[in-house]
């Protein structure tokens, strides 16, 4: 109340004050300390090849972006992908022709996110643990199928993140075209507006009409289904499928949403901050693999960066608004 | 006996007849279950998740989660087997101190997040799993203290027994079990986390300290998680940077929500998580006898976590329906 | 002439420059029950707020047995022996009776023992001093609210209270409890200590109290033995305030019905509710806090449905069980709690305009912004809404023209049936009078308008008739040549016995 008609901030203050404006900085400066490290690093292929390997992941992201958005949270997405892998990878294995076999991958991956929809929504159980439990359950449930064996796909099936269009790996060019439409979504449509409207205060949007559920309900399944897509392609990238695909998964994409300046709380957060939160991390990682780091510390550092981005981003929200 | 039967009307019933039905649906099929031998099996299964599940229950009951638990079991063996291997002439009951220590350090960093930055405990902990994850490979260089390492005294807590051939650390782990009733039973703070879970609005308002609380809670799951790492050194004689602990936060997790120990805080007990434990630890002895793979643990884990959110739900809407009255304050 | 208990001098209280409470003196004696008695908002729950310690004066003094005193907290206001029971009681519902008996004050480090065994025995004796039978080992989960009023009571009785404040405890009882809590509270009386008594009910004043304090517009009115006073000066003195002078609309056609509602019933909370609003026409809903008027309009627009009834909108029955529903009818709703059901702190005085009429602004699902921004900014016009610029989050609006902004967002929807709950709430005056006349002018443009309010001023003042609801019922229909303050306070005091 105190601060009643203040003066409004110039526009270049407020783009400062984004948190998408420091993971680009971030961004710009791991670029430097890369090529510092390799001479490699300036050559675009080897970025984006380094990009494939974490392109699924990245899809899913910008998903769990609008997921945070809306006020929840789906930490299941990388089991979800191990469980439609295993199922697909199974059910051709068994002799079921390929476009069924996909077919059963994505409707498993859209089922399991119904489940975790029903649970949130329906029976109103909170998100964070509904998915921990789903997690277990899901990867739990891979492992029942798959066993501790390797599954292999046919060899035409493996390969996708090689083939190349237009000079880009197609799933690097598949990740920008979906970041591009889901940016289009959430940015200039009335369902992306919603998704702010909900994820600000849930009972306003109820009051003002906003079908909350069926948004929530159709974020979840989304996410469901982007997660056996991403399940699909990394089973082509890998040419096998095992229940451990994607382990740990989740971590990075919550890093991706977080980095790119998606408030933990809801109501806040871009497509475009998690699209350049992605590529900062594979260059980070990247960088970190040309200067022999082992993988181990690049678990150390995602887990201090996650640590970090949240309280950054909670830090610049708190300065700009209250 | 007000006391007893209000305890017993509870949730720790329940567990006790599933417990029950189940090893005589067991031994049904397979009679071999029901032998003393199984019993044992049993036991050693349990020890290490019915102390991270001690902690785990203070935190779920001060209305917040700990997944980093697995790690900080995996780092603190980690270095107390590196104390071992590097200082072999050392007296090794410092070991438990290294590993207590560590986990304790551990525990409260999160604390320290959850409660000075105000950041939801879900996401630290998330965070945390990994570093101390990586950590642990860090300072191992990612090999493994093998068994040659390990003290024997160490190891022979898991073999010998001062009686009735049940192995030490399964004592340790019961005498654990005690020490956490005394303490949320009989000493003030230990009423004051129920306090802060039941109500946490509220309790600022009785002159809780609602920070120190937390931060205890969060030391207590870490120190608690730290013992846990040196029993596994015990109990499996060697630490492994990627396997000590891995997944160990959702056999915990699941063993306390079964316990009957509220998401939403305020509630849960000792002897329903010990119960919880048991019941966890009677599937796990069951599956291989019934002949059903290994591999299906962790779906009956994840399928576990969420029936027992169902009970919890419906358990609390019944709380819920008998509290509502009508009247807007004025 | 004995030293009072509590002796308040001068109290004051501001509340964002708001002046909530104005230089009150009062004086309260061992061993009486003293009501404090007024309007909503007259200022008797801050004054009582201040002496448990919740609120501090911004002026003025108080003094306990003689003693200059400074309340600082509820604790501070617990070591004086100064104890205030909520309404709806703070518990911790997991923990057993008797440890919310004694939470907060052990003596001893934090690892100390729980001295159960002493703990059980002393809530028992305090329960039976009461002469209340719960059981002290069962937990506070599932008890009803009397009895969890009685623990709070046992509470204060516990740490040896000398005065002890009810804020409108029998709102949620039945008769039989309540009369149960007065029998306790004479015996407190008698014992000698303070009760102060916050009611609504004049019946129950007058059956309990001893002597009553009469609040209005944030002061002080009288004080007097409750024998002095008849209901008829009570109430006078409650709404004496002299009533402004405010413009009716004028020339409006009423026209046909536009909301008709038929035996609305929702079990506890409101019962066979019937009446219609017709297009043009302004209706106002008067009633105490809790009498369910805004549980009422919560049912007419779908977030919270009734159980049985019918409601029909422009002569076509319907069932409206989702707000979304509601809007596609014409209905619209402002509703009481700004903050929590009403604006979006954090996103921009624009969509927070455009929030409940997507299709307006979009075509195929995609917003076009020139469109959004012109009609936002032809809101803040026609509403002259203040601010910086129409991007600003609207937290940053003082709460006039928050809730400007929150009608604007109704008025994009083009309602047919307006319905405002307690649409000036804690807001300024100059911003009051413009809100009359946007009211006004919508009525004349066809546009039927439930209005709840509080004040009765207002009700007065804007509306064609004015219905009165006391506990979930409808108690009076009022047409503009009936109602006075005096006819709706009469309609609205609960199971009023009151003769005028």
């Given at each position: 109340m105190s601060a009643r008609e203040t003066a409004v901030r110039p526009a270049w203050k407020i783009a400062l004050y984004r948190p998408e404006t420091m993971t680009f900085m971030l961004l710009v400066l791991a670029m430097f300390g890369a090529s510092a490290l390799s001479p490699?690093?300036?050559d675009i292929a080897y970025i984006l090849d380094s990009f494939t390997l974490s392109a699924e992941f990245a899809m899913v992201a910008l998903v769990l972006t609008m997921v945070i958005i809306c006020g929840e949270i789906d930490l299941s997405p990388a089991s979800n992908m191990a469980l439609s892998a295993c199922l697909f990878a199974w059910a051709q294995s068994s002799g079921i022709p390929m476009p069924i076999a996909i077919g059963i991958g994505l409707c498993a991956g859209v089922v399991m996110g119904l489940i975790n929809g029903l649970m949130v929504i329906?029976?109103?159980?909170?998100s964070i643990i509904v998915t921990i439990g789903t997690l277990t359950l899901y990867r739990g449930l891979a492992q029942v199928i798959a066993g501790d064996k390797s599954i292999r796909v046919p060899d035409w099936f493996i390969g996708i993140n090689n083939w190349i269009v237009l000079g880009t790996p197609f799933t690097v060019l598949l990740f920008a075209a979906l970041s591009l439409a889901l940016g289009l979504v959430l940015g200039t449509t009335v369902f992306g507006r919603q998704i702010y409207l909900i994820g600000t205060n849930e009972i306003a949007a109820t009051h003002a009409g906003i079908r909350t559920k069926r948004i929530k309900m159709s974020l979840f399944v989304a996410m469901g289904l982007a997660s056996s897509i991403a399940g699909l392609l990394t089973a082509s990238r890998l040419g096998s499928v095992r229940?451990?695909?994607?382990?740990?998964?989740e971590l990075q994409m919550v890093l991706m949403a977080m980095l790119g300046g998606t408030y933990i709380f809801g109501g806040r957060g871009t497509i475009l901050g998690t699209f350049l939160a992605a590529w900062l991390l594979v260059v980070a990682s990247t960088g970190m693999t040309v200067a022999n780091l082992l993988p181990a510390v690049q678990l150390t550092v995602l887990g201090i960066l996650l640590i970090v981005s949240i309280i950054a981003t909670n830090f610049i929200y708190s300065r700009t608004q209250r | 006996m007000n006391l007893l039967r209000t305890l017993l009307i509870r949730r720790e019933a329940g567990i006790f007849v599933m417990i029950v039905l189940f090893c005589l649906a067991v031994g049904v099929v397979k009679?071999?279950?029901?032998s003393l031998n199984s019993l044992r099996i049993i036991l050693l299964l349990v020890p290490l998740i019915l102390i991270g599940a001690m902690g785990q229950m203070l935190v779920l009951v001060a209305r917040h989660v700990d997944l980093s638990i697995g790690s900080i079991l995996g780092l603190s063996a980690m270095l107390t087997g590196m104390m071992f291997k590097f200082y072999?002439?050392?007296?090794?009951?410092l070991g438990f101190a290294l590993a207590i220590g560590t986990g304790t350090a551990l525990g409260l960093f999160n604390g320290v997040l959850v409660t000075y930055?105000?950041?939801?405990a879900i996401i630290v902990t998330l965070g945390t799993l990994n570093l101390y994850r990586g950590l642990t490979y860090i300072v191992s260089d990612a090999k493994q203290i093998d068994r040659?390492?390990?003290p024997s005294a160490l190891k022979s807590m898991s073999q010998t027994?001062?009686?009735?051939?049940?192995?030490w650390i399964i004592f340790m782990s019961l005498g654990i079990a005690a020490l956490t009733y005394v303490f949320v039973r009989h000493s003030q703070v230990g009423r004051q986390i129920f306090a802060l879970g039941s109500n946490p609005v509220a309790a600022p308002l009785r002159g809780i300290n609602a920070a120190r609380v937390t931060l205890l809670v969060f030391a207590l799951s870490g120190a608690l998680a730290g013992l846990a790492g040196i029993m596994y050194a015990s109990r499996w004689g060697f630490v492994n940077p990627?396997?000590?602990?891995?997944?160990f936060e959702f056999q915990v997790i699941a063993a306390v929500v079964i316990g009957g120990?509220?998401?939403?805080?305020?509630s849960g007990s000792v002897l329903g998580t010990v119960l919880g434990v048991l019941l966890l630890g009677c599937v796990a002895a069951a599956l291989p006898l019934l002949g059903?793979?290994?591999?299906?643990q962790s779906a009956i884990y994840g399928a576990v976590i969420l029936i027992a959110l169902l009970i919890d739900r419906s358990v609390r809407q019944q709380g819920i329906k008998s509290l509502t009255g009508r009247g807007v304050p004025a | 002439m004995t030293v009072p208990v509590i002796s308040a001098k001068g109290i004051s209280k501001s509340f964002a420059m708001v002046?909530?409470?104005?230089?009150v003196d009062l004086d309260l004696m061992a061993g009486e029950i003293h009501a404090l008695i007024g309007e909503n908002g007259a200022g008797k729950s801050t004054f009582a707020k201040i002496l448990a310690g919740v609120h501090q004066p911004t002026k003025g003094s108080l003094s306990i047995n003689g003693a200059r005193a400074e309340i600082s907290s509820p604790n501070a206001a617990q070591k004086l022996g100064i104890t205030l029971i909520h309404q709806e009681p703070l518990s911790f519902?997991?923990?057993?009776v008797a440890e919310n008996l004694v939470l907060g004050r052990h003596e001893g480090g934090?690892?100390?023992?729980?001295?159960w065994a002493r703990m059980m025995q002393d809530a028992q004796a305090i329960m039976d001093l009461l002469g209340v039978r719960i059981?002290?080992?069962?937990?506070?989960?599932?008890?009803?609210i009397a009895d969890q009023q009685m623990v709070e009571i046992a509470r204060a009785l516990a740490s040896n209270a000398r005065v002890i404040i009810m804020d409108e405890?029998?709102?949620?009882?039945t008769p039989k409890e309540a009369e149960t809590l007065f029998v306790i509270a004479r015996r407190l009386r008698d014992e000698g200590r303070t009760i102060i008594f916050i009611s609504h009910r004049l019946e129950e004043v007058r059956a309990l109290c001893d002597r009553v304090t009469v609040f209005r517009d944030g002061a002080k009115v009288v004080t007097g033995k409750i024998a002095d006073l008849s209901n008829a000066d009570i109430i006078r003195h409650m709404i004496g305030r002299p009533l402004k002078e405010y413009m009716h609309k004028q020339g409006?056609?009423?026209?046909?019905?536009?909301l008709d509602v038929q035996g609305l019933s929702l079990p506890g909370?409101?019962?066979?509710i019937s009446f219609t609003v017709r297009k043009g026409e302004i209706v106002g809903l008067g009633g105490l806090?809790?009498?369910?008027r805004t549980d009422v309009a919560r049912a007419l627009f779908g977030?919270?449905?009734?159980a049985s009834g019918s409601i029909s909108v422009n002569g076509q029955r319907v069932a409206i069980t989702d707000p979304s529903q509601a809007i596609g009818l014409g209905l619209a709703f402002v509703p009481e709690d700004r903050a929590v059901a009403g604006i979006?702190?954090?996103?921009?005085v624009e969509s927070n305009i455009t929030a409940a009429a997507p299709g307006k602004i979009s075509r195929l699902g995609v917003i076009r912004r020139g469109a959004e921004k012109a009609m936002a900014a032809r809101a803040i016009t026609d509403l002259s809404i203040r601010l910086a610029?129409?991007?600003?989050?609207?937290?940053?609006?003082?709460g006039g023209n928050q809730q400007k902004a929150i009608l604007a967002r109704w008025l994009l929807t083009d309602p047919k049936v307006l319905i405002l709950d307690?649409?000036?709430?804690?807001?300024?005056i100059g911003v009051k009078a413009e809100f009359y006349d946007m009211i006004g002018a919508l009525a004349v443009k066809g546009c039927a308008i439930l209005l709840i309010s509080s004040e009765l001023p207002e009700l007065l003042a804007l509306c064609d008739r004015v219905l009165v609801m006391s506990e979930g019922r409808l108690t009076a229909d009022l047409a503009r040549g009936e109602a006075s303050q005096e006819s709706i306070m009469h309609a609205a005091v609960p199971r009023s016995g009151v003769a005028a």
């Open positions: 490699y690093f300036l329906t029976l109103q159980l909170p229940y451990d695909l994607g382990l740990g998964g | 009679p071999q279950f029901l072999p002439e050392i007296w090794w009951p930055f105000r950041l939801p040659q390492f390990v027994s001062p009686m009735f051939g049940i192995p990627s396997n000590t602990g891995n997944g120990v509220s998401i939403n805080g305020g059903i793979p290994g591999t299906t | 002046e909530v409470l104005r230089d519902p997991d923990l057993s934090w690892l100390s023992r729980v001295p059981d002290v080992a069962r937990p506070m989960r599932g008890l009803s405890p029998t709102a949620p009882l409006t056609e009423i026209g046909e019905i536009a909370v409101f019962h066979d806090v809790g009498a369910g977030v919270a449905p009734a979006f702190r954090s996103l921009s610029s129409p991007r600003q989050p609207i937290g940053e609006l003082s307690e649409p000036t709430r804690g807001i300024d």
